[in-house]
């Protein structure tokens, strides 16, 4: 099992490549340029891809998933609570829950990010919160409904131990220090819970929207300093 990861704008996207490809994330507006130079260097074809997965809907990993499913007619998953925010192109920003965080979150504003244009679509397949096996799509792994970044966030957990949890973790250093829980979540103690259920699912190497992976224990060891 391959696992290749495209920068779409300020979030990493990754393809994860087994018996059939499945992608993780969307990326930030305006990136389908660098999508289609992406998979030129694994190299694959478009319509390789048969699922694009969204980790939860906010700008920066939904942004391009109008021309990725124009481009590779891939289905697109979504929470069912988050499927709105992908089908109107108007997401909401994360709210800010350390001193960085809630300064970040007061310049977004100040800019106006939540005003920026997000290409709508469709979503093929609203998830629940039960989530979904990937082993049709070819993917020896799950996603896992992982609420508290949002209510509506989700993780691809693999069969290996590799986690891939959009922003229920961080580690670039323009967001934290060292690599940890997000500066940005509506609801900390949802995100706690998340992680403990994705720790005994056996997550063991954490690949974030944002950053570079990092080991899981890091995780673990930031819940038990709580």
Avoid at 12 to 26: F, K, P, T
Avoid at 35 to 50: C, L, S, Y
Wanted: net charge negative; with cysteine; proline share 8%.
């Amino acid at each position: 099992m391959r696992i290749h990861r495209m920068h779409l704008g300020i979030s990493n996207c990754y393809l994860l490549m087994g018996e059939r490809i499945v992608m993780v994330d969307a990326g930030a507006p305006g990136r389908a340029e660098d999508f289609v130079r992406g998979i030129a260097d694994v190299p694959i074809q478009p319509d390789e891809i048969e699922l694009v997965v969204i980790s939860h809907g906010h700008t920066g990993h939904i942004g391009t998933a109008q021309s990725i499913k124009r481009i590779t007619n891939a289905q697109i998953a979504i929470h069912e609570t988050e499927r709105e925010w992908l089908e109107s192109g108007r997401p909401p920003l994360p709210p800010g829950v350390t001193a960085w965080g809630r300064i970040i979150f007061a310049a977004a504003k100040l800019i106006g990010v939540p005003r920026w244009y997000v290409p709508p679509t469709t979503a093929d397949i609203s998830l629940g919160d039960e989530g979904m096996s990937l082993q049709a799509y070819g993917v020896p792994g799950k996603i896992i409904h992982t609420p508290g970044h949002s209510a509506g966030s989700v993780s691809v957990l693999l069969d290996s131990g590799k986690v891939f949890v959009g922003d229920m973790a961080m580690s670039a250093k323009w967001l934290r220090s060292t690599p940890g829980l997000p500066i940005f979540a509506e609801n900390m103690e949802q995100v706690r819970d998340s992680w403990t259920r994705l720790l005994q699912a056996g997550a063991r190497t954490v690949f974030p929207a944002h950053g570079e992976p990092f080991p899981a224990a890091v995780i673990r060891q930031a819940l038990e300093e709580v």
